[in-house]
């Protein structure tokens, strides 16, 4: 009887406590307020600038084609090729930084040379802008060198050297990055490639002393502008090293370092072809319009400007491939290979048939 008594005291209990619904106890899901798609929201931050960059160098160039009337086609393709490197620079910067978003912490002079690349081409659009204004500053006397402004002269030496200091960041950015070691002929290489970037300038060189008498006034300006051409090759021959030497050392992803080489050699192979032309006219003294030699000497110029585009191109198809890969990808490839080499340790350690039923005899 005490039994039945506590048993209904109980239910008693129950009825009284409130009820709640199932619907009513999951919590009910608020409504996202206006906000960005998510596939932008998950681009980093650091993306931006060089994004906002690419659009205004892009809108640049076509305005300033579109003002332009081409005589023919093949200069309106010489002046897309021309534009071609100031639109990729920054794009190198979304690639990169879109498959290392954490370079500025793990990859830091990578990192800082891929922006030193985009700004070098700042410099670039914003000479005919500046040019005025240091004209304006310092007048440049028509009857002493270097017959220009020397504030204006001292910008253009200060762009070479930022595109020279970004080519040696990204080099050393990449090398650094590297996880094996040179195999044999590595300094072959780079001595190859230094042999390479110096031939031009000593071409340049060669045909200002010859001329030297003439225009004594001007020796230290032209100097300072050969060596900061020579330097400015020097970092294309050390970016090609590193990454042809990164290529043969078997870097992944083998697809970007590969493309980088390819971009590299292709630059310094152009300038070798137009040091070489260009010594067979210093060697020719005077070159009559029309002939083989000045029409061979234009048409490497132009055949230039499009290998330049390609180059650039190139490079950024190498960024976009995942150059250079992260410490997490090869983290996975290392143990997927070691992954691999025990499997393939265990099968042949196993006899055949090892691990199966025995037949029942």
Avoid: K
């Avoid at 109980?10 to 009820?19: G, N, S, V, Y």
């Amino acid at each position: 009887m005490d039994l039945d008594r506590h048993v209904s005291r109980h239910h008693a209990a129950r009825m009284d406590e409130p009820t709640v619904s199932a619907a009513e106890a999951v919590p009910a899901h608020e409504p996202r307020g206006p906000h960005l798609p998510d596939v932008l929201t998950r681009i980093p931050l650091i993306v931006w600038p060089f994004v906002v960059l690419a659009a205004w160098v892009a809108y640049v160039q076509w305005d300033g084609a579109a003002r332009t009337a081409f005589p023919s086609a093949i200069e309106a393709l010489s002046a897309a090729a021309g534009a071609t490197p100031h639109v990729v620079a920054p794009l190198i910067g979304v690639a990169f930084f879109l498959r290392h978003r954490d370079a500025p912490r793990l990859m830091p002079m990578l990192a800082f040379g891929v922006a030193l690349l985009a700004g070098h081409r700042v410099l670039v659009l914003l000479a005919p802008v500046v040019a005025p204004v240091l004209e304006g500053l310092a007048p440049a006397n028509p009857e002493e060198p270097p017959f220009e402004s020397l504030l204006l002269f001292g910008y253009r030496l200060l762009t070479s050297l930022v595109e020279t200091f970004a080519l040696l960041y990204v080099a050393r950015g990449l090398g650094s990055a590297r996880r094996f070691v040179d195999v044999r002929g590595a300094r072959l290489i780079v001595l190859l490639a230094v042999l390479a970037a110096a031939c031009l300038p000593a071409v340049n060189a060669w045909n200002f002393a010859q001329q030297s008498e003439q225009f004594a006034a001007q020796v230290p300006y032209v100097t300072v502008s050969i060596l900061a051409g020579f330097a400015t090759l020097l970092g294309w021959a050390y970016l090609t090293a590193t990454a042809v030497n990164g290529r043969r050392a078997g870097e992944d992803p083998a697809s970007g370092w590969t493309l980088a080489a390819v971009a590299g050699l292709a630059m310094l192979l152009m300038t070798v072809a137009i040091a070489a032309v260009s010594a067979a006219v210093v060697m020719a003294g005077t070159v009559e319009p029309g002939s083989t030699l000045y029409d061979a000497y234009f048409a490497l110029y132009r055949i230039y400007g499009f290998g330049v585009a390609a180059v650039w191109l190139a490079l950024l198809a190498a960024f976009a491939f995942g150059l250079p890969a992260d410490e997490d990808d090869s983290d996975e490839l290392d143990e997927s290979d070691e992954l691999d080499e025990s499997d393939e340790l265990d099968e042949s350690d196993d006899p055949a048939g090892a691990g199966e039923p025995a037949a029942a005899s």
